[in-house]
């Protein structure tokens, strides 16, 4: 692969789209061309400056939504004929529609949002984290004991100095234990700076590449991000691991401590 | 609705009008809600979304639109700033606001779905009904046409400041 390669497959490097094989001879072009990787991280930095300015544009769906409500209550085509209509009183008609088409528009978002393609190992990563820590339901198989859980990273490959590599910068190790994402094992460690617990989940890189777009790149790492719901994902990889890291703080908890990560490993 | 504030937020960029953006987006949500058995269960939902924008957007053509956003042309006092390193990190919002509305309809639609809303190339191909080939020519050329406008602009800024400097010298 030659810079005029890196230059047209960018875009789908950057989206998390392009081929095991490609992304990985994408990965070697950049550790040995620092003009190219030069120009990729000003990519991702100015991507990175266009996402944060337009995200903090104001917008207030309350009225769209709103209009859009009473749009489709007042339409007779979008509920039943006129000649069908109810004998009941006008305005128990209008309350009576508008109900429903709130309850239709509902609906119809809660399908929008299960349409949207979510990858499964966010998705799982997500959940995980819900029900370990946020809600911490028990389980057994936790570690706590540094020692035992770089003793457990090394049993799945997992050289135990990265774990302890992350507490660093004012966060420790609290525990760890392994777990399925996406039918794949994962070393589930939970750091906390003693007022917010973080989880990162390792596994053993391998061909399969991170979904998503890159956000930034940290120390030449590509870092992607993923939001559901409450729970925000930072992601990268390692010559040698896969890295996910999830906060139910805020999107910019994760990508904070995904940084620290990212540089450390 | 879960996708209504990612289209209310690409449209007011589109059209640089809130009042034309809620429109807009009312519209699309009335259509997607007029013609919801056309769309295939299992496909994406959110490129379905704005696929119907983007069609409602260009249908309205430029004449329909509003006016761009009225940007002052008066020079902050950038004799009190201070020296900016190179590279983009630091580049103010003003900046980036002034040079993305110089751009083409078609380089703001790709980097608003592909950079902002984080669409996949696939994905943006769907909602712009491009092949993938273009859109990746667009994201990149929209990508190099706003860093071209930021140099410029960054270049005219030292040059006003070189020249306020060396006024303020010989005064």
Sequence with gaps: MNCSDIAELAPLYIAGELAPRRAAEFDVHLKT??????????????????????????TDVARVDRRVRESIAA??????????QWPMPRRW???????AAGFLVFGLGYYFMLGTRVARVYADAAADHRMEVVEQQPRPAWLVDPAEISALAKQHGIPGSEVLALASEGYHLERGRMCGLDNRAFLHLVYSDGTREFSVYLRLRDAE???GAIRETVSGKPLRTCDLGSEHIASFETPRVTALVV????????????????AAL | MPHSRSLLRVARRLTSDGA?????????LLRAWRSFDQFEAGTNIRAWLFRIMFNAFYAQGRQARSAPVLVSLDAPDRAAEPERPAGLSLIDAAEVNRAFEELSDEHRAVL???????FTCQEMADALSLPMG?????????RQALRDRLANGSAKAFRAHAVAGSAHKEA
Excluded at chain 1, 47 to 54: P, S, T, Y
Excluded at chain 1, 93 to 99: D, E, K, N
Excluded at chain 2, 20 to 28: I, K, N
């Design chain 1, 93 to 99: 008609a209008i309350a009576a529609m508008g109900i």
């Design chain 1, 247 to 262: 906060a139910d703080g805020s999107a910019e908890d994760a990508l904070h401590f995904a940084r620290l990560a990212a």
């Design chain 1, 33 to 58: 061309c620092p003009a190219c990787m030069r120009e990729l991280e000003e990519q991702a930095r100015l991507d990175g400056r266009l996402r944060e300015i337009v995200l903090a544009d104001k």
């Design chain 1, 209 to 211: 590449r991170l979904p």
């Design chain 1, 75 to 84: 339409r007779p085509e979008a509920g039943t004929p006129a000649s069908a």
């Design chain 2, 20 to 28: 034309v953006a809620e429109d807009l987006v009312q519209e699309t």
């Design chain 2, 134 to 142: 273009t859109v990746m020519s667009r994201l990149s050329r929209g």
């Design chain 2, 112 to 118: 608003l779905l592909g950079v902002v809303e984080g």
